[in-house]
């Protein structure tokens, strides 16, 4: 890299011409007088004082003390990690800014949604989606592009798997876990959206899969917004899996409790395999104060219809209406399910 492209970078970073020019030459040279520093650097003797003070400040600079006082150049690994540090805790620092301010203003959190361009990238946060699931994840796909995530939905055994794809008669190993629900969809293969959710935190979405020579100018759709996905995972339930077939149940009673999910509807679909009563414990606020609440109780019956799902739940010798994230007909909006036997 020429000298002129480091002091164009440096200077990106922070630093003067004059002060990039300083550095680079204390890094020729070594410990150095001001005077030496003058000479093979260009700058004006009136100014090397000043600009070698704001290197010091700055963290490029050491300061030998003695007669004559001689300055020396930081490790560059070091100013530029440090350099590294504060950059990325000042954009750190500023989003949580931006947000709280988002908030402040509309009450909520700033939707995030992104164009995934590119077939292969799309295949790839489907992976990430599976991969950085906490407690459930919904998939709606072809089996032609389910069998791209084999390996990790193989490797995850510590979340539920609620999936719908063209499913042939026989059921490939790696999806008879104990943890995973099957369906087949009833629509025509080539009719159906994909949907590949994880928790509420990640959502991947996209139409008809592509041909070979298409395949770079494929185009998939990326959220990071709970309401919206709360949204998406509403339309998985209602429009895809209640009009699907199930050829895999869950297999409950062979799952590590605690089991924590994050959506109701995947709660209830659940409960319809390991039955009433269940202790549970409900992480949520509720409804009419926004108070936010954990409650450790019995789930005793349960509602499911297109447009309600919710739980009663049994709590201090009182009945409380328990929905998803959202709710306003409940008493409690609950944000994380944990089943306890």
């Known amino acids: 890299m020429h000298e002129e492209e480091i002091v164009e970078k440096l200077q990106k970073l922070g630093l003067t011409k004059y002060e990039s020019l300083a550095y680079i030459t204390l890094l020729k040279l070594g ?42 150049p930081v490790n560059p690994e070091v ?33 995030e949604i992104w164009t995934i361009q590119g077939f292969d990238n799309t295949v790839e946060r489907a992976e990430y989606v599976i991969r950085t699931a906490k407690h459930e994840v919904l998939i709606n796909t072809p ?18 798997f609620v999936i719908i794809s063209n499913f042939e008669d026989e059921i490939p190993d790696w999806l008879r876990g104990n943890n995973i ?7 025509a293969p080539w009719l159906m959206a994909s949907w590949i959710i994880g928790d509420i935190d990640y959502a991947l979405f996209f139409g008809a899969l592509p041909k070979d020579r298409r395949r770079e100018k494929f185009y998939s759709f990326w959220a990071k917004s709970p ?50 009563p269940r202790r549970a414990e409900i992480v949520g606020r509720m409804v009419d104060t926004k108070e936010p609440v954990t409650l450790d109780g019995r789930i005793v019956e349960y509602e499911y219809t297109p447009l309600t799902a919710n739980i009663t739940f049994r709590y201090n010798g009182s009945e409380l209406k328990v929905g998803g994230i959202g709710s306003y007909f409940e008493d409690v909006e609950g944000e994380k399910f944990i089943l306890l036997d």
Do not use: C
């Open 79 to 111: 100013v530029l990690e440090k350099i590294k540090e504060d950059f990325i805790e000042d954009i750190e620092n500023l989003k949580v800014a931006f947000l709280d301010l988002y908030r402040e203003v509309h009450g909520e959190d700033l939707p």
């Open 143 to 160: 089996f032609e592009f389910l069998k791209l995530l084999k390996s990790e939905i193989r490797a995850r055994k510590d979340v539920l």
């Open 227 to 276: 309401k919206i996905i709360q949204n998406y995972m509403h339309w998985f339930y209602t429009i895809y899996f209640d009009n699907s077939e199930v050829i895999k149940p869950l297999n409950y009673e062979k799952l590590s409790k605690p089991l924590s999910l994050v959506n109701i509807r995947t709660l209830i679909t659940v409960l319809k395999a390991a039955g009433l």
């Open 31 to 72: 410990p150095s007088k001001a005077t030496d520093i003058t000479k093979e650097s260009g700058i004006p003797h009136t100014r090397v004082y000043d600009v070698l003070s704001s290197l010091h400040r700055k963290g490029f600079v050491d300061v030998m003390q003695g007669s004559p006082r001689l300055y020396k």
């Open 181 to 187: 629900i099957l369906a087949r969809t009833g629509g």
